[in-house]
């Protein structure tokens, strides 16, 4: 039996290493009235990825993920400008799937709509 779908995913990719980038915590927050509150917390797997993140659907809204890159930097015994990556977005389409992938390097990171 599979594991259900969550509505969000992410993927991180070590881009100045050209791996995947293993062991990122990862925070799901939904944006709420008075601030954020936290829906799920995970870390990346031996591929960067984390498939299972928060509930399978999300109402309509703003959410973040949160990465925290400092501890992905110590484990790697880098030094990294950034030490906490937050990607903001919408969600528009509460039955959809959202993969929000980052590409991290010590002094810069992207991110994408994936799919």
Do not use: C, K, N
């Amino acid at each position: 039996m599979s594991e259900p779908a969550s509505a969000v995913t992410t993927h991180v990719l070590d881009a100045a290493r050209g791996r995947p980038a293993a062991g990122v915590p990862v925070v799901l927050q939904a944006r709420t009235g008075t601030g954020w509150r936290v829906l799920a917390e995970a870390r990346t797997d031996a591929d960067g990825r984390v498939r299972q993140l928060g509930p399978a659907r999300l109402a309509a809204g703003v959410y973040r993920l949160v990465f925290d890159t400092d501890a992905y930097f110590t484990a790697t015994a880098t030094t990294g400008f950034y030490p906490e990556v937050s990607v903001t977005f919408r969600i528009g389409d509460p039955g959809g799937h959202h993969h929000v992938p980052v590409l991290l390097s010590p002094f810069a990171f992207s991110t994408y709509r994936g799919s």
